[in-house]
């Protein structure tokens, strides 16, 4: 018998960065998923897009071992497991790998042992993974990916979730650059250490915009919710997350013709979130196709992590 796990990836519609120093942020699940089966085993080994290791101290899948440690310390589980890991999330590109990962290392590993445990606590076991790779993040990825849907989210808050009947459509593009969360965190909060106030400004700024932006989704008003993402971007730009490149694709996307584009996730790199005018999709992303970047279309909301037994 094994458990099976399927956690979506996710996109920061506005807000990231400060979110980690205190602000609002607002992210989608996106329907990308990585598939995680659990199995009882010899001993614990991890074996990811047909990998395998079973040494937990092998650094680049180190994190899932904690995640499967905390939670075998924590519910007196035997660790003996199999994890196998399968993404279709492209890594490092500012979608979440790591976290809809280390979501659906926790919901399989608990399937796989009778245990039903709500999002807030998969999200708090995978932040335990989440932790070894990006040093201190907000948290807003492992819940986004948990719960699925849009969240309007806070450190030490509960997330809430925003409700709008129908869906959304948003563009996602690939700059092609991979880049180091942890890297970037940092570099953003240096600029918090050496200016405290004008931080502490652009984070109410990045906050405002997040609740504005929640509201703008709500009302299915894409051209207010696309103004404000490009001005996020502005406010992003400012405190280094950016890059010469991104600020190039915002640029192109926004003379294609969509209503507001940023950077999404921790920036340097990664990916750009668009909204695009209604019926325009298709013959962006060939355009975009012609240019050398990969894109693809997302209906929001999608559905959060789910198992089941096999
Ligand atoms: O680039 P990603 O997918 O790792 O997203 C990082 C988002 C940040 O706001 C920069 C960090 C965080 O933990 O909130």
Redesign the pocket.
């Known amino acids: 018998m094994k458990a099976v796990a399927e956690a979506p990836c996710?996109a920061?519609i506005t807000g990231?960065?400060f979110?980690?120093h205190g602000a609002w942020?607002l992210a989608a699940a996106v329907e990308r998923r990585v598939r995680v089966e659990a199995s009882e085993a010899d001993e614990m080994a991890i074996e990811s897009d047909g990998h395998r290791t079973n040494d937990s101290s092998k650094k680049r899948l180190a994190p899932v071992a904690r995640v499967v440690t905390k939670i075998s310390d924590e519910l007196r589980f035997n660790p003996r497991v199999l994890i196998r890991i399968t993404s279709r999330v492209p890594e490092s590109s500012?979608?979440?790998?790591?976290?809809a990962t280390m979501v659906a290392v926790a919901s399989a590993l608990t399937k796989l042992k009778g245990v039903e445990l709500d999002a807030s606590e998969i999200s708090r076991y995978a932040m335990t993974g989440e932790t070894a790779i990006?040093g201190r993040?907000?948290?807003?990825?492992v819940n986004v990916c948990a719960t699925g849907g849009v969240i309007l989210y806070k450190m030490g808050e509960e997330a809430k979730r925003v409700k709008f009947a129908g869906s959304r459509r948003f563009l996602i593009v690939q700059s092609g650059t991979k880049r180091s969360?942890r890297i970037?965190?940092d570099r953003?909060s240096r600029m918090n250490v050496k200016y405290p106030g004008l931080f502490a400004g652009l984070a109410n700024s990045a906050s405002f915009i997040s609740e504005l932006a929640a509201t703008r989704l709500v009302n299915g008003d894409m051209q207010e919710l696309g103004r404000l993402l490009t001005y996020n971007h502005a406010v992003l730009s400012t405190v280094g997350a950016s890059t010469p490149k991104l600020d190039r694709l915002v640029d192109l996307l926004l003379a294609l013709g969509c209503y507001g584009a940023k950077l999404t996730?921790?920036g340097g790199g990664?990916s750009v979130f668009a909204i695009p005018r209604e019926g325009s999709t298709d013959a962006l992303i060939a355009e975009l196709k012609l240019r050398g970047y990969e894109s693809f279309q997302t209906n929001v909301p999608c559905e959060g992590v789910k198992s089941w037994l096999q």
């Open positions: 996710k920061i990231e960065h979110v980690v942020a500012g979608l979440g790998s790591s976290a990006h993040p907000s948290g807003i990825d969360t970037l965190i953003v996730g921790a990664g």
